[in-house]
């Protein structure tokens, strides 16, 4: 059972999120502002923080930077700032994720659950990493098994995808158009099938991010290729 | 002696001459004539010629030294000869003395007559008010008199030569000469009175015309020296000094130095000349830099002088004024997003809580139908408040041209390849086939690859939700030159074409340029999903990465066009 603290000054979204994810099982602890959230985490063992920033009294940002004076909880921000400098600028911070308002409940769930896997798992990977594996940030594919795992919960791709992921996961960091993809995996020229792998691609970010039109680690660099994102 | 007489005999020959009809001696202050009327009483005639001889006796070559005999054959000559006309004239002017005097007085007193009524009656036409004046009454007066004193003089010196020989043709030639004397006389004469009696006299002398011109030039200039602030007045002196130093260095010229002290002002003077002429150049230029939207234009006034700083001042003003407006202009666009930006959050957290429990809502187990429609209802509202505050964000963001680009080289089929593959479910959905037509060649654009994926997908998005289900959607892209025939010279007009058609679903009654307005859909899709707002950031991020961005319609065909720049 792990404990998750809820932080916004807006009761009802408070109490939205505690209904969400108390169906996944978690324990949920609530906050209205940063001060009381810094209280609870002082007393009390905490395994994820949901963090609104614009809050009365202490906001977001100010109680993300107190936390991690001594603190390594994972913290999601949860803001209706949505601008790219909003988001960058919460990450950079510390924070694990950043969620904007409105959200989808399933995407909410969905990172909670990464993180948390990401966060507690983050041992157990090693285990995998024998034989072929290829990895980045919480993606792996394990060539033996023809297995991927994101965040440790595993995620099925048909050959095809699972080829040019491997393929692209090999290569992380680097950009490939879809011609190079296709002569990379089907070691021959394509004609004609380019926007079958742009399909496949999305079919992939489809299964392994959580959201596909803001992906994580495939990412779609419009007019040049794709590439996986290089994590450390 | 001269003679041509053959004989030896000369006291013969002058006794023979004596004896002739005619002759005439001066001997010692008398003389001895058979014609009567050369004799000692009417020697008067011939006065001067006496008087000359008399004065010839003085001299050693006294005429009293030379006999001079003449004589000529007059036999039957008398009364044809020109010497018997002027005898015969003579006489009767002798007998008829008065006959003249009476002839003279009439011809006069008619002449006066006449005058009098020409100079009343000239110039005066019938049933015409004051003098009316020809053309030739407008030819300057000293021109006029001039040209016909010139053909005046030539008709005269032809009539006078022709004497007096008697000869049809030299005398119809005459008459002419005549008539042009008295019509050249005639017209200066009319045309001195009209112009007399229509006060323009003086005025119509080519001299008055000059002289007025060059009053009139200089007035002018004086008077502009009179008003105090002009540039005139300052240009007046100035010149006025050099041409006064000029020639008082000019005036020194044989000290030798004067001539390289001349020739120094002068050279000094085209400096200050050409340094005025550069200032004003500076000016010009910061003005034409105001004029073409740079705002940040300014001028050392310090640099200038006279009135060339003043126009440095205004200059500077005005850049000073445009940049400021543009300052407000770019801040007040700046605010309106933060404030549409604030707005938009205080907006989003209540409706995150609406979509949260309307999703709460849908997942208990409702039975009553009415309910769950109602629920939907609201589920699809609540989500299209969502995707209008982003959308309104955006719009404002990009039409205030408050986004940062980051260029990099586009593959524009590499584009359409991947937009095309993220749609391509959605296109199938909708039973739409995609035509691509792309040229062999790869075509590269420099833009902001996120931004332009964001209007490829708004107008894909456009066509899932509007296109004609079944229909075909054909998407072109054409590189063109605006200068075809040379095509090897410069690239920069260079721009690819862009171009996606499809058949619209229902009747567009709407103008493009409508359609590309925030807010403004067909009718129909105002009941749909969507905010209207797709076609207007599509435009704002074509424009603020340098293309074009167009919309056309024809029918129920949507054509949307981009031009964008070729990268190098």
Known sequence: MYNILVVDDDKEIVGAIEIYLKKEGYNILKAYNGEEALDIVNSNEIHLIILDIMM?????????????????????????????????????????????????????????????????????????????????????????????????????????????LKFLLQNKGKVYSIPQIYENVWNEEGFGAENIIAVHIRHIREKIEINPKEPRYLKVIWGVGYKIEDEK | MYTNIKSEDYEQEKQNMKNKKVYWDYVDGVVDTNINYLDNENIKYNYSFIYAMEKQTDSSYSISDYDIYSSCDVTNAEEYSAYGLNETLYTYMLENRTAPIYGTILSIGLLIVIAIYLFWSIGHKEGEEGISLNSIDRVPYEVLVFVCLMILSIALAVTANIGRTINYVFLLVGALGYLVCYAMCAIIGVTTIKRIKAKKFIKSFLVYKIVRWCYRKLKILFDTLDEKTTENKKLFWYYLLFIVISIMLACLFYTGIAIILLIGFWIWAYYKIKKYILDQEKIKKALKDIYEGKNDVRLNEDELRGALKEMAIYVNDIANGFSN??????????????????????????????????????????????????????????????????????????????????????????????????????????????????????????????YL????????????????????????????????????????????????????????????????????????????????????????????????????????????????????
């Open chain 1, 56 to 164: 009365p009294k202490k906001d977001g940002l100010e109680t993300l930077e107190d936390l991690r004076k001594n603190k390594t909880i994972p913290v999601i921000l949860l803001s209706a700032k949505s601008e790219d400098y909003d988001k960058i600028g919460g990450l950079n911070l510390g924070a694990d994720d950043y969620i904007t308002k409105p959200f989808n409940p399933l995407e909410l769930i969905a990172r909670v659950n990464s993180v948390l896997r990401r966060y507690v798992s983050f041992g157990s990977l090693k285990k995998e990493e024998e034989g072929n594996v290829y990895k980045t940030g919480g993606l792996v594919v394990n060539d033996d098994t023809k297995k991927v795992t994101v965040d440790g919960k595993e995620v099925k791709l048909t050959a095809t995808e699972f080829n040019i």
């Open chain 2, 325 to 450: 407006a543009i300052q407000e202009s770019l801040k007040s666009e700046r605010l309106k997003t933060e404030l549409i930006t604030n707005v938009s959050h205080d907006i989003k957290t209540p409706l995150t809580s609406i979509i949260n429990y309307v999703d709460l809502l849908k997942k208990e187990n409702i039975q009553d139908e009415k309910v769950k429609e109602y629920i939907d209802i609201l589920d699809k509202k609540s989500q299209r408040l969502k995707k209008l505050t982003e959308d309104l964000v955006e719009a404002s963001k990009v039409s205030s041209g408050n986004v940062k680009l980051n260029f990099e080289s586009i593959d524009i089929k590499e584009l359409f390849n991947q937009t095309i593959g993220e749609f391509k479910d959605r296109f199938e959905d909708k039973d739409l086939k995609i035509e691509v037509g792309m040229p062999e060649s790869d075509i590269k654009i420099k833009a902001d690859s996120r």
């Open chain 2, 453 to 568: 994926y964001r209007i490829i997908e708004n107008l894909f998005s456009n066509i899932t939700k509007y296109a004609l289900e079944g229909s075909r959607v054909y998407i072109d892209v054409t590189e063109n030159n605006k200068n075809k025939d040379n095509t090897n010279s410069n690239n920069s007009h260079n721009y690819i074409n862009i171009s996606i058609k499809n058949i619209s679903k229902d009747k567009l009654n709407i103008s493009s340029d409508e359609l590309m307005q925030r807010f403004v859909r067909g009718d129909k899709s105002r009941y749909t999903e969507g905010s209207g707002l797709g076609l207007s950031i599509a435009k704002s991020l074509t424009e603020i990465q340098g293309g074009k961005f167009n919309i056309i319609i024809d029918g129920d065909l949507f054509k949307a066009e981009i031009d964008w720049p070729m990268s190098q």
